[in-house]
């Protein structure tokens, strides 16, 4: 009993923040209604919002594996391109419904992560960080080579997915898309967080921690890193079939590169190992980015790169990370 009791006590002293990273409960729920409210009155703005929403689930996949398993990966845009070209391909040739399509997407990117992740769990950080970037830049290059299938770099287009539930069209004023994006995301953000919450998100935590001790203590560290990344992947997975179902067009730039470092850095930017670290630093990063390529659209790139060094050294941690040593100030004064 002793032995087995130890992992939880382990997995017990790395207990998350995934549910208390917004403080007090009634800025979650205000979290939560901030959609709700910026749908009606940005109205013209809903393909931003949509847009919102998928990345935001996004860097939520990849806080998954870097905030809570403590893997860091350049390659994650890989599964996100899988997701979406996989019900790009799927509506083009004739498998419309919605819903289905993004079973397809996320189990084929789990697909995806399993093969990878049993090379990721046997390295190092380092050895981790190539293998995800090299797997990446591996598929955007396949991806580019077979034109025929993807489009190649002019994108796969030509697709129309079916009315959602027989009713509602993704039309282009993005109404259903932006609803049906903040559901997929709602949906698997709680799914996520009663996860990260449950004895295998405390593991996961606490193998982060001390990935050292774990096995000693009985814990198979290799299969619940699998386990994991494998999850991350189908996540990521789906944001891209949203992305896809919702925009009716997949590009070759969701298997590259460049976009897997946008959503680290989204990741970053809210705070990882939070989850809503995620939908903060995707609202944060897109917001700056739509407004500052408006009123500068030569330069908007080193303002946001500007703007966005002077988040993270204003506040470590990323910005939640920040509110959480301002609130904590503000209460030692009050004391």
Do not use: K
Request: proline letters at 3%; charged letters at 15%.
């Amino acid at each position: 009993m002793a032995a087995a009791s130890e992992p939880a006590r382990a997995a017990d002293a790395a207990s998350p923040r995934a549910g208390a990273t917004v403080p007090g409960r009634v800025l979650e729920i205000a979290f939560w209604i901030a959609p709700a409210v910026a749908f009606f009155v940005l109205s013209d703005r809903r393909v931003l919002l949509s847009q919102i929403f998928i990345y935001g689930l996004l860097a939520m996949s990849l806080d998954l594996i870097l905030g809570h398993a403590g893997i860091l990966s350049l390659g994650h845009a890989a599964f996100f391109g899988t997701g979406a070209y996989t019900a790009g391909l799927l509506a083009r040739h004739g498998w419309t419904e919605p819903l289905s399509g993004l079973l397809a997407a996320a189990a084929v990117a789990a697909l995806a992560g399993n093969a990878v992740s049993r090379l990721v769990v046997r390295g190092a950080d380092l050895s981790r960080l190539m293998v995800t970037m090299g797997v990446g830049l591996l598929l955007f290059e396949a991806g580019n080579q077979a034109s025929s299938i993807t489009g190649g770099v002019e994108g796969l287009a030509d697709m129309q997915p079916a009315r959602l539930f027989g009713r509602f069209a993704f039309a282009l004023d993005g109404t259903a898309a932006c609803v049906y994006s903040f559901a997929v995301l709602a949906l698997l953000f709680f799914v996520a967080r009663r996860l990260v919450a449950s004895p295998f998100g405390l593991g996961l935590r606490a193998i982060r921690e001390n990935p050292r001790r774990m096995p000693a203590l009985g814990v198979d560290v290799a299969r619940r890193l699998r386990a994991i990344f494998t999850l991350a992947a189908a996540i990521a997975g789906v944001a891209g079939a949203v992305l896809a179902q919702t925009t009716q067009f997949v590009g070759i730039e969701t298997l590259s590169f460049q976009r897997s470092a946008e959503v680290l850095i989204m990741l970053v930017l809210g705070g990882s190992g939070r989850l809503y670290g995620g939908l903060v630093g995707a609202a944060v990063f897109m917001v700056a980015q739509d407004y500052l390529s408006g009123i500068s659209p030569e330069y908007w790139q080193f303002w946001l790169g500007a703007v966005l060094a002077a988040l993270v050294l204003v506040a470590r941690g990323g910005i939640l990370g920040g509110l959480d040593r301002l609130r904590r100030l503000l209460t030692r004064s009050r004391s």
